[in-house]
């Protein structure tokens, strides 16, 4: 069995379904940390442009409740940008500086896009704190890279853009 966190309007086929928002094909509507679905039953947790959604507090209960639905061996895949690239981005372009993107676009990733309600970004993120709130808890192992993402099927534009700055994180149970 596995479930995709935060699938907003795009839901991934052959996952159960979670939002905040009763959009079609949502199954689960509910905050991420509030799934109660049973534990040790999830092959595979998806959260594609979720995390950065959440406050700090909800991440650590997201977290939490996804370790305990995962089997053992059971898998965590996730993506946040990744903040210090970003904020060097609006350094350089205040320095004048090339960057890879419009400033809109850099700002509305830091920002969130802000199209919806919860369409904001609550946390930033940068390799060593996303260790910290992983192993907290209860993730040993965990991995950075695109490639089990897309090797499961899962892709997106930013996936293919390396100045489109983000952490890939598959973290095992």
């Not at 159960?16 to 595979?44: K, M, Q, R």
């Not at 209960?61 to 609006?90: A, E, S």
């Not at 920002?111 to 930033?124: A, F, I, L, N, V």
């Not at 853009?161 to 149970?173: F, L, N, Q």
Request: proline share 6%; with cysteine; hydrophobic share 35%.
């Amino acid at each position: 069995m596995k479930l995709e966190i935060g699938c907003g309007q795009r839901p991934t086929p052959g996952y159960i379904h979670n939002d905040l928002n009763n959009f079609p094909g949502v199954e689960l509507v509910c905050s991420p940390w509030e799934v109660t679905l049973e534990s040790n039953t999830l092959e595979e947790v998806l959260a594609l442009g979720v995390i950065e959604h959440l406050t700090y507090d909800q991440v650590e209960k997201t977290f939490n409740n996804i370790f305990r639905m995962l089997k053992p061996g059971g898998v965590f895949l996730f993506d946040v940008p990744d903040i210090p690239i970003w904020c060097q981005y609006v350094v350089d372009y205040f320095a004048g500086k090339e960057t890879p993107f419009e400033i809109d676009h850099i700002f509305a990733t830091l920002y969130g896009w802000q199209r919806w309600p919860g369409d904001e970004h609550k946390s930033g993120w940068y390799k060593e704190k996303l260790e910290k709130y992983l192993v907290a808890s209860g993730f040993t192992t965990w991995e950075e890279g695109v490639n089990e993402m897309k090797s499961r099927g899962h892709e997106r534009n930013r996936m293919n853009r390396p100045t489109d700055a983000h952490i890939y994180v598959a973290a095992r149970r």
